[in-house]
C-alpha cells in the first residue's frame, strides 16, 4: 500500500545533506551523572530511515522536540538523547549549539558523507509551534532535502513538520511511512470482525475514535476510567472514580447513537475498586458497576475480561488503544494484562497505539507479540478519527 507521498526509500541521497524530523521526545531521568534517556524507545524506531541515509551516502542533520519548554531551557537540551543515540548507532554524534543559525550552518556544512549532526530542541524557538516561516527558512539552509519521520508529531503544524517541508523537496521516512500505512489500513480496509479496544485515561482524546468507528466496526470495548463518562452518563454512581467531566456529554450523545450503529458498544459489566489511586490501598472486587461512595473504579473486572478476550479471540482485525485500569499499579493489573495477551494470541491483525498501552505490552513482556504499535499517541488518534496530518499533506505526493 502506498500512502501517496514520496519516500526516503526511493530518494537519491548520495552525498546529499539530508534534514530528517525524528519524534525523539523521549523521557529523561536524573542519573549519576546529570539527565539521561530513560525509555529509548522512540529513538531505535528512528533508527532505520537514519541509518538506511547513513549507508547510501548522505550526511544527516537531525531535529525533534523534547518535552515543552519554555525557550532555551538547558533542562531539556538534547545533550543525553545525542549521547543515547550515539550508543546505539556507535558513532559519535554531535549536538548543533542551537536550532538555526550562523554556527549551526557552519557545523551543518562540515558534515561528511555518513556523519550525523543532531540539532538543539526545536522548541528552544518560540518559532517552532507557531510555523514561523523565517524558522522554516534557517531550517532548510541546513540541507538539500527534507526527511519527515516523526510520526508522533505530525499532527502538528509546525516549522520544523510542515513550515520547511514546503521549502525543501521533501518525503516521508520509513518509520512515518509504516505507521501511516498500517493506521490507514485498519481505518479503511480492517479484516473483520473489527474489534476496538479503548481505554485509558485521556478520554476527550478518544470520544471522536469512537464515533468514526460506530459505523465501520463490530465491536467497540471499553475499559479504562473511559467507561465512567459513559456510567455517568446513564446515570450511574461512579464514586471517588477518574472521570473526565467534558467527556460526559459527548458519552450521553453518543448512547443513543450507538444503539442504532453497527458496532456494538461493550461497557464492563465488573470491577476492581480502590479507596485510593495506590499500590497499598483497600481492595474490592464489585460484581456490577455502581461504584460506591468513598472508593474508585481502577480495573475492569474479571468477567469482563474474559469477555473482551473472547471478543478480541475473534477478531479479524483488533485495535487496542488505553489501558483497561491503573496497571502501573499491581492490584489492578489484571484487566489489562489479560486483554494484552489476548491481543498478543490474536489470530488477527493486531495493531496497539498509545504511550501507555505500548508501556504495558512492554511490562508485560508481549511487545513483540503485536503486529503493529505505533509510536504516536495524539497522531494516530487523529488519522483513526479521519483527519488529514498536516506533516504528511505537506510532504511531496508520489
Ligand atoms: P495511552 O497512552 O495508551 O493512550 P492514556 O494516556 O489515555 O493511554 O491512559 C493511560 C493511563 O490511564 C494510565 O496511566 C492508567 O493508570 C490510567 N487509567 C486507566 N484506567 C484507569 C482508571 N480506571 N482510573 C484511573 N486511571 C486509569
Ligand atoms: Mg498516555
Known amino acids: 500500500m502506498s500512502i501517496g507521498k514520496a519516500s526516503v526509500r526511493d530518494a537519491e541521497v548520495e552525498g546529499r545533506r539530508v534534514l530528517v524530523r525524528a519524534d525523539l521526545n523521549v523521557p529523561l531521568e536524573q542519573g549519576p551523572g546529570g539527565a539521561e534517556v530513560g525509555d529509548d524507545t522512540r ?16 550526511s544527516v542533520v537531525l531535529v525533534s522536540h523534547l518535552g515543552r ?22 558513532a559519535e554524534v554531535p549536538l548543533a549549539p542551537g536550532v538555526v543559525g550562523d554556527d549551526v550552518e557552519a557545523a551543518a556544512e562540515r558534515l561528511q558523507p555518513g556523519q550525523v549532526l543532531l540539532l538543539e530542541n526545536s522548541r528552544f524557538e518560540p518559532g517552532e509551534t507557531e510555523d514561523d516561516p523565517e524558522l522554516a527558512a ?57 474489534v476496538v479496544v479503548l481505554g485509558g485515561a485521556k478520554v476527550t482524546d478518544k470520544i471522536g475514535v469512537i464515533e468514526r468507528f460506530l459505523g465501520s466496526a463490530d465491536e467497540i470495548v471499553i475499559g479504562g476510567a473511559m467507561c465512567f463518562s459513559f456510567f455517568k452518563a446513564e446515570g450511574r454512581d461512579t464514586g471517588e472514580s477518574l472521570l473526565d467531566e467534558d467527556s460526559v456529554e459527548a458519552a450521553r450523545e453518543l448512547l443513543p447513537r450507538a444503539e442504532r450503529a453497527k458496532a456494538r458498544l461493550h461497557l464492563p459489566e465488573d470491577l476492581v475498586l480502590g479507596r485510593e489511586f495506590s499500590a497499598e490501598t483497600e481492595v474490592q472486587e464489585l460484581n456490577g ?33 488505553g489501558p483497561m485500569g491503573a496497571f502501573e499499579l499491581e492490584p489492578f493489573a489484571a484487566g489489562t494484562r489479560a486483554v494484552a495477551e489476548a491481543v498478543a494470541a490474536a489470530p488477527g491483525h493486531t495493531v496497539v497505539g498509545g504511550g501507555d498501552s505500548a508501556a504495558a505490552m512492554a511490562r508485560f513482556g508481549l511487545a513483540g507479540r503485536v503486529d503493529w504499535l505505533s509510536t504516536g499517541g495524539g497522531a494516530s488518534l487523529e488519522l483513526l478519527e479521519g483527519a488529514e496530518l498536516p506533516g504528511v499533506e505537506a510532504l511531496t505526493d508520489a
Open 43 to 58: 529513538i531505535r524506531a528512528s533508527l532505520p530511515t537514519i541509518r538506511s541515509l547513513l549507508e547510501r551516502g548522505a
Open 69 to 90: 519548554p519554555k525557550g532555551a531551557d538547558p533542562e531539556l537540551s538534547m545533550a543525553p538523547v545525542a549521547a543515547r543515540l550515539g550508543e546505539l548507532l556507535g
Open 138 to 194: 534557517g531550517l532548510a539552509r541546513l540541507a538539500e532535502l527534507y526527511v519527515n519521520d516523526a510520526f508522533g508529531a505530525a499532527h502538528r503544524a509546525h516549522a520544523t513538520t510542515r513550515g520547511v517541508a514546503s521549502l525543501l523537496p521533501s518525503c516521508a521516512g520509513l518509520l512515518l511511512e509504516r505507521e501511516v500505512e498500517e493506521l490507514t489500513r485498519v481505518r479503511d480496509h480492517p479484516e473483520p470482525p473489527l
Open 289 to 321: 458497576v455502581d461504584v460506591p461512595e468513598g472508593w474508585m473504579g481502577l480495573d475492569i473486572g474479571f468477567n469482563t475480561a474474559v469477555n473482551y478476550a473472547k471478543l478480541i479471540g475473534a477478531a479479524g482485525t483488533v485495535l487496542w488503544n
